[in-house]
């Protein structure tokens, strides 16, 4: 799973920088291509996410019982197969997975059904940078010159009240 860093306990250390990529993810589950697996280069050092927001049916599905597994690993790295939807046209064509979060490699398989069901989300990179790359440090150094600059333009003297006048 991804690790997140608590960068406050890291008081006297150099803090890594963490930079995010977000990509948008999608595949279609069919009768000829009832499996997909979503899997990451084992040489690459960041961590990746993979996050699922929606399952559904295309519009020329048969209106049949489709139903859609997760094949990962679990804690003690022992595979696993879990259900995750169960899609039909005329009831239930598609469903929310609100940000479902998995770790690669997993895969996405037809159990039932012919689809075409189609699977979209997000594919999350955490990348680690060490503070002292230099393209880093520049870009806090502008933002921060910039940041100054706002504030000099920022003194404005405070808004009064106006006086109320009264009536003679």
């Keep these: 799973m991804a ?3 608590d960068l406050e306990s890291m008081a006297d250390e150099m803090k890594p920088s963490i930079c995010t990529s977000s990509f948008l993810f999608g595949c279609e589950l069919n009768s000829s291509a009832r499996s997909y697996t979503f899997k990451v280069s084992d040489e ?4 990746h996410i993979l996050a699922l927001n929606m399952v ?3 519009e020329d599905a048969k209106d049949e019982c489709n139903i859609v597994e997760i094949v990962g690993y679990d804690y003690q790295n022992q595979e696993i197969s879990v259900p995750v939807a169960n899609l039909k046209l005329s009831c239930q064509p598609w469903l929310n997975l609100d940000d479902f979060q ?3 490699p997993v895969t996405f398989r037809l159990r039932s059904g012919s689809g075409p069901v189609h699977l979209a989300g997000q594919h999350r990179i955490f990348h680690r940078r060490d503070l002292s790359d230099n393209e ?3 870009e806090e150094e502008s933002f921060s010159e910039t940041d100054e600059s706002l ?3 920022e003194d404005f003297s405070p808004i009064k009240p106006a006086k ?3 009536k003679s």
């Design 3 to 5: 690790s997140f860093l």
């Design 44 to 47: 690459d050092d960041s961590d």
């Design 56 to 58: 559904c049916l295309s």
């Design 102 to 104: 998995l770790q690669p």
């Design 136 to 138: 880093f440090s520049e």
């Design 151 to 153: 504030d000099a333009e």
């Design 164 to 166: 109320k006048q009264r």
